[in-house]
T-cell receptor, first 112, second 113 residues
Framework: KNQVEQSPQSLIILEGKNCTLQ??????????LRWYKQDTGRGPVSLTI?????NTKSNGRYTATLDADTKQSSLHITASQLSDSASYIC???????????FGKGTKLSVKP | KAGVTQTPRYLIKTRGQQVTLSCSPI?????VSWYQQTPGQGLQFLFE???????NKGNFPGRFSGRQFSNSRSEMNVSTLELGDSALYLC????????????FGPGTRLTVL
């Protein structure tokens, strides 16, 4: 069964600290993996899209990694800011029908 | 370039009623997808339209339907509303389809009483 699992479910960190969010998937065949940031009450915004051949991709203070062999991805946030408080959703495109499979997200709270 | 717009932003309905939500994609985007987001289930795919044709469909009952117009604008309809239909409904547009980056609208918050 095609699944995307994210951990932790929620995370609280202090402003200025780094954190890493995890995403494990069992989607096959794999097309690409995406990380989205969703602020409360708003639509998700794309952070990165990674294909099979990409190991690392950065977008400002956000760095995503992908290990296609172990089917794991991580999103690392450096020097967190209060505005990083949001849900982070991992999405894998693939499967026999080429669909998008969504993780349930990690809710990050950055405290001053 | 204007982003994806959704109307209305908030809606309150009662059980048994029906509702129509609207989505205007980014200019030039031909694919529009709809999602339901609830706290317990996260984002769940409803369906995708491309050039006025439904191309993909998720596992939702027939009460959920949609259509796309020649200008790529899309509508989603839910008939015989149930309490469990209360959710944030998001639409996303892409130039061609799932392989491309999706751009989400702000969503319509539907509350069913």
């Amino acid at each position: 069964k095609n699944q995307v699992e994210q951990s932790p479910q929620s995370l609280i960190i202090l402003e200025g600290k780094n954190c890493t969010l995890q995403c494990n998937y069992t989607v096959s065949p794999f097309s690409n993996l995406r990380w989205y940031k969703q602020d409360t009450g708003r639509g998700p915004v794309s952070l990165t899209i990674m294909t099979f051949s990409e190991n690392t991709k950065s977008n400002g203070r956000y760095t995503a990694t992908l290990d296609a062999d172990t089917k794991q991805s991580s999103l690392h946030i450096t020097a967190s800011q209060l505005s990083d408080s949001a849900s982070y959703i991992c999405v894998v495109a693939g499967g026999s029908q080429g669909n998008l499979i969504f993780g349930k997200g990690t809710k990050l709270s950055v405290k001053p | 370039k204007a982003g994806v717009t959704q109307t209305p932003r908030y809606l309150i309905k009662t059980r048994g009623q029906q509702v129509t939500l609207s989505c205007s994609p980014i200019s030039g985007h031909r694919s529009v997808s709809w999602y339901q987001q609830t706290p317990g289930q996260g984002l769940q795919f409803l369906f995708e339209y491309f050039s006025e044709t439904q191309r993909n469909k998720g596992n939702f009952p027939g009460r959920f339907s949609g259509r796309q117009f020649s200008n790529s604008r899309s509508e989603m309809n839910v008939s015989t509303l149930e309490l469990g239909d209360s959710a944030l409904y998001l639409c996303a547009s892409t130039p061609q389809g799932f392989g491309n980056e999706q751009f989400f609208g702000p969503g319509t918050r539907l509350t069913v009483l």
